[in-house]
C-alpha cells in the first residue's frame, strides 16, 4: 500500500543524531577557542612577566650607575689634597708642583671613572684648568645654578642630561664644590659622555621581538623627553619632546604616577605594552615598551596554526562521522530496498496466484493509483495512476449505476466499501466479475497542516470470475437435481414429494 507520510520529512532518530553531531562539533570548537584565548591570555602574561623583571633590572642599574657618578664626585669634594693644591696653585701665580697635581687628579677621573672632561672653575665660574683643549664658554643658567647651589650647600648638585651647547655630545654634568677648610675655592665641573656610559645599559637588554625598546625620560616644562637615543624610530637622544596632554603615553603616564606594567600608545600612535619605573635619586624615569600586535603576532600565529589544525581534525572528525553514517544509512537503505523489493516480490506473487490487488483513490484528483496485479485484473498496460472516469468506463454497463452509487455512499458516509460487479478487461473487452473492499484514510493533522490530501479510498480488488462461474454452475445443476426431484419420471406430473418442495420453495 503507498506511503502517505511526506517525502523527506526526517525522523526523531536522524534529529537528535545531526543535533548530537552538532553539539559535539560546537563543544569541541568552543573548547578550542577557550584553549586559545587561555594560551593568548599566558603569552600576555609571559610577556609582561619578562617586561617587570627586565624593568626592575635596568632601573636598578641606572640607579646604580648615577649613584657611583654622584659618590665619585663626593670623593673628590671630600679630597682635601685637591682643595690645598687648587688654593696653592692660585695663591702662588701657578707653580709647576700643584698644577700638575692637579692636572694628574683630574686626569685620573677622566681616565677610571667615566667621565668625559672634567672643568676646574673658580667660585665665579671662570675656567681654570681642564681636560679639554677646546675654549669654555661662560656658563648659562642651568649649569651656573647648579654650582651656586653646590657650593652653597657643600654637596654635589647634578646637572641633567642636555645635548649641545658646550659638548658635541648629550651629556650629565655633576657640579663639585672644592672646599679649604671651610672656605670655597672653586667647583670641578664633572661631565659624562652619555654614549659611552648610560646609553649601552639602557640598551642592553633583550627580548624577543623588534619592537622592544627602553625610554629613560626626564620632565621638562610642559612635557617630557627622552634622555636616551630610540633608533628603530630614528629618534636621536634628547631630541623629542613629548606634550602632557598625551594622557595615553607610558611616559606620561610615568611622570604622572604610573607605575609597574601599563597598557598605552608609543610615539606612532600603536599600543604597547609597558613597564614603567621611577628611577631612585633622580628625576628620571624609565619606560619599557613593545608593540602589543608584534609581540602577540609570533604566539598568535603559533596558536592560531595549532587552533587551525585542531579545528580541522574536528572537521575532519566531524566528515568521518557524517561519512559513517551516510555509510551505514546507505547500507541500511540498501538492505531495507532488498527486503522491500523480496517482499514485493513475494506479495506480488501472492497477489497474482490469489487475482488480488490493491488500489488507492485520491479524491482531490480523482485519480486511481493502481498496482501491478489491479492493472493485470483490468487489463490494462502497467501499474500506476490513470483517471476515475477510465476506470468507470470499465464497469459493465449493467452494473455500473449500482456501482457509482455505491461507491458515493461509502464516500459520504465515511463507510468501508464492499461491492461485487463485472468489469470489462480494456485489453481484450472480456467481462470479469470482481470483488472490491476499501476504507475511507483521512491524513493526519500535520499532513493537513503540509496541504497534503486530507482523504483517500484504499483498498484491493480481486478477481472473482472462476468462482462466479462455480457458484453459477453449482446453482443449474441445484435446479436440474430439484426438477429431476419435483417430477414424477413415468408421467412427468409432480409428485408428491414435488409438490412439498413447491409449497416450500428452498430460499
Excluded at 553539539?23 to 609582561?48: K, S
Excluded at 602589543?292 to 596558536?303: D, H, K, V
Aim: aromatic share 8%; glycine share 6%.
Amino acid at each position: 500500500m503507498a506511503n502517505f507520510r511526506g517525502k523527506g520529512t526526517p525522523t526523531w532518530q536522524k534529529i537528535e543524531y545531526w543535533l548530537f553531531i552538532l553539539g559535539l562539533a560546537l563543544l569541541a570548537l568552543y573548547a578550542l577557542a577557550q584553549a586559545y584565548q587561555q594560551r593568548a591570555l599566558e603569552h600576555r602574561h609571559q610577556v609582561e612577566a619578562r617586561l617587570r623583571i627586565v624593568g626592575e633590572n635596568q632601573t636598578r642599574n641606572i640607579a646604580n650607575w648615577r649613584r657611583n657618578r654622584m659618590a665619585d664626585a663626593s670623593a673628590l669634594t671630600q679630597n682635601h689634597l685637591f682643595a690645598k693644591a687648587l688654593t696653592a696653585w692660585q695663591a702662588q701665580g701657578q707653580p709647576d708642583a700643584s698644577r700638575h697635581l692637579l692636572e694628574n687628579q683630574i686626569q685620573t677621573l677622566v681616565e677610571y671613572n667615566e667621565f668625559a672632561v672634567v672643568h676646574v672653575l673658580d667660585t665665579h665660574g671662570r675656567l681654570l684648568l681642564s681636560t679639554d683643549n677646546a675654549p669654555l664658554r661662560a656658563l648659562r643658567v642651568p649649569e651656573m645654578q647648579a654650582m651656586q647651589e653646590a657650593l652653597a650647600t657643600a654637596e654635589p648638585v647634578p646637572v641633567e642630561p642636555q645635548a649641545g651647547g658646550f659638548f658635541a655630545f648629550p651629556f650629565f654634568g655633576i657640579m663639585t664644590p672644592l672646599f679649604n677648610d671651610l672656605d670655597p675655592v672653586g667647583v670641578a665641573w664633572l661631565v659624562v659622555d652619555l654614549r659611552s656610559t648610560l646609553f649601552p645599559i639602557i640598551q642592553g637588554w633583550q627580548l624577543d621581538s623588534a619592537s622592544a625598546e627602553a625610554v629613560l625620560i626626564q620632565r621638562m616644562e610642559n612635557g617630557i623627553i627622552n634622555i636616551n637615543p630610540l633608533p628603530k624610530k630614528d629618534i636621536p637622544a634628547l631630541s623629542h619632546a613629548l606634550p602632557m596632554t598625551r594622557s595615553f603615553s607610558p611616559g606620561v603616564q610615568a611622570v604622572l604616577g604610573a607605575r609597574g606594567l601599563i597598557q598605552g600608545t608609543n610615539y606612532m600612535g600603536e599600543p604597547v605594552l609597558s613597564m614603567v619605573s621611577a628611577i631612585d635619586g633622580a628625576p628620571w624615569w624609565l619606560v619599557l615598551q613593545i608593540d602589543e600586535a608584534e609581540a602577540l603576532a609570533n604566539q598568535q600565529r603559533r596558536e592560531g596554526l595549532t587552533l587551525g589544525l585542531s579545528v580541522g581534525a574536528v572537521l575532519l572528525s566531524v566528515g568521518l562521522l557524517v561519512t559513517a553514517w551516510q555509510w551505514k544509512a546507505w547500507r541500511r537503505e540498501r538492505l531495507l530496498k532488498h527486503d522491500l523489493q523480496l517482499q514485493n516480490h513475494w506479495l506480488a506473487s501472492a497477489q497474482n496466484a490469489a487475482s488480488l490487488g490493491y488500489f488507492v483513490y485520491d479524491f482531490q484528483k480523482e485519480n486511481f493509483y493502481i498496482s501491478d496485479a489491479t492493472a493485470s485484473i483490468f487489463g490494462l498496460s502497467e501499474e500506476g495512476w490513470f483517471p476515475m472516469k477510465r476506470w468507470a468506463a470499465l464497469v459493465f454497463p449493467e452494473d455500473k449505476r449500482c456501482v457509482l452509487d455505491a461507491h458515493e455512499q461509502a464516500i459520504h458516509h465515511d463507510q468501508a466499501l464492499q461491492a461485487t460487479y463485472r468489469i470489462v478487461r480494456e485489453s481484450d473487452r472480456q467481462v470479469r466479475w470482481v470483488q472490491v473492499w476499501a476504507e475511507m484514510e483521512v491524513a493526519s493533522s500535520d499532513a493537513q497542516r503540509l496541504g497534503l490530501h486530507t482523504k483517500r479510498m484504499v483498498g484491493i480488488v480481486q478477481d472473482i470470475t472462476q468462482r462466479k462461474q462455480v457458484e453459477d454452475e453449482l446453482a443449474d445443476h441445484r435446479k436440474r437435481l430439484e426438477s429431476q426431484v419435483r417430477l414424477d419420471p413415468l408421467t412427468g406430473i409432480a409428485n408428491r414429494l414435488g409438490r412439498v418442495i413447491n409449497q416450500y420453495p428452498s430460499s
